[in-house]
């Protein structure tokens, strides 16, 4: 007989790493609705009513705002092979991992890439991005707003202003940051942002919410080559390079969402998702979840150093929904990793690179941003720590709790 296994039956986790997160209950819901054709127009209505939630998410007037279907990674890959073009010159300023990422991306769509990189655990002023601008006169920025590797959040709001000023196009990678750090791209003047719905903003990976400006719009028109296959009666590519990819073609992707020219068929099952994701973010109000983020951050801190534990980096620009801590000397970080898992069912983060055994990264993210996950999961960390043998001054629940408290969030 054949081994068909058993349904899928996943074990209760909690998880506060760096992302995933669990989904909120109403996006798995959303999820599980019925498909329907992509051409068919109550789906096209449910396309352009993702749109005009995404614009609210990102807060602009951006008409090009729709999905990319696949992680955020696709969204980053769709915005740089579609706007560089063999060699054009790239800025890419890395504070950590996600802006090698950025790097090599944008290096295998053939820009001469140039990096200015600042130690892990920082972030760049203003002024040395500028002065790098001066200094390379590149075509494009592309640059991180949160990257989770170093948990730091890269501040926008001169960069966008400085990058018009000297008429350089920026893109951000903001996978990790919107909607639990502020960020509006019209007001900073970011002409390019890619997303994901798995850090703040309730959801699964599997769709990358991005927007562009006309600027970029511009570039991308110019590279307008349609596949044999479907071309209109006298169509006329545009002037520019054909893009690389045929997937991430976003001269492509723009015609389909626009006037429905045949492209790929719409993920709809994550087309659904991704519409409940920013439904919920909105009903609650974007300042509202970003000051959730904020609060919960403040708690994470006050428990992990009332249990005597050290933070990394910058905590000044530490993102409001990741905390590094070092290991204690005392333990084995994996070991201490896999009781958290296994005996208290949750899941934190390790690192990569430079900070693997160095530092963990915990999360309070999206759904999973809340009080009592806060909570349980700081008393389950000192209570773990204690298990492996360490003396602690504090559980760190009480410090934690009266952040809490002192919001007016408490039951008592
Ligand atoms: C988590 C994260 C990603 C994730 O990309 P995926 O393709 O969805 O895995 C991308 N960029 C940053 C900055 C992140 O923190």
């Known amino acids: 007989m054949a081994n068909t296994f058993s349904p899928i ?3 209760p986790r909690l998880m506060m790493g760096p992302g995933p997160i669990n989904a909120d209950p109403r996006v798995l819901r959303a999820m599980s609705a019925q498909l329907l054709g992509q051409y068919d127009p109550a789906f096209r209505e449910n396309m352009r009513e993702t749109q005009e939630l995404y614009r609210q998410i990102f807060v602009t007037q951006n008409k090009q705002t ?3 279907d696949g992680t955020s990674r696709a969204g980053i890959e769709a915005l740089l ?11 890419v300023p890395v504070f950590g991992r996600f802006g090698h990422l950025l790097q090599e991306i944008s290096s295998r769509a053939g ?5 200015i990189e600042t130690e892990w655990g920082t972030v760049f002023s203003p002024e040395q991005v500028e002065a790098a601008i001066l200094e390379h006169r590149p075509k494009f920025v592309a640059i991180c707003q949160g990257d989770t590797s170093t948990t730091m959040c890269q501040p926008l709001d001169q960069i966008g202003k400085i990058c018009r000023r000297h008429d350089v196009i920026v893109y951000v990678d903001a996978t990790a940051s919107v909607c639990g750090n502020p960020l509006p791209v019209d007001e900073w003047q970011l002409d390019a942002v890619s997303v994901g719905l798995q850090k703040c903003l309730n959801g699964p990976s599997g769709s990358s919410p991005i927007t562009f400006n006309e600027r970029v719009e511009a570039i991308i028109k110019q590279r307008w080559h349609v596949e044999a296959g479907i071309q209109p009666k006298g169509f006329v590519p545009g002037t520019g390079s054909r893009i690389q990819s045929n997937y991430l073609d976003l ?27 920013a439904r919920i973010v909105l009903e609650e109000g974007l300042e509202n979840s970003i000051e959730r983020h904020r609060l919960g951050s403040a708690a994470m801190i006050a428990g992990l150093q009332a249990m005597g534990l050290r933070l990394f980096g910058d905590l000044e620009h530490k993102m409001f929904n990741v905390t590094g801590v070092y290991i204690p000397q005392e333990v084995n970080g994996e070991a201490v990793r896999r009781t958290m898992l296994e005996d208290f069912g949750i899941e934190i983060g390790t690192s990569f690179g430079p900070l693997i055994g160095v530092i963990w990264r915990i999360g309070n993210m999206g759904y999973n941003c809340r009080k009592e996950f806060i909570l349980q999961t700081i008393s389950a ?15 760190g629940v009480r410090e934690a709790w009266e952040v809490y408290r002192a919001a007016g969030q408490t039951a008592s």
């Open 9 to 11: 039956n996943p074990p």
């Open 66 to 68: 729709f999905l990319i």
């Open 81 to 91: 092979v579609s706007m560089i073009e063999p060699g054009d010159k790239v800025l």
């Open 111 to 115: 820009a001469e890439v140039v990096t």
């Open 251 to 277: 001269a492509q992707i723009m015609a389909y969402w626009d006037s429905g020219l045949n492209h790929h068929t719409e993920a709809t099952s994550m087309l659904y998702g991704a519409r409940e994701c």
């Open 381 to 395: 960390l000192a209570s773990t720590l204690r298990l492996h043998g360490m003396k602690l001054p504090s559980d």
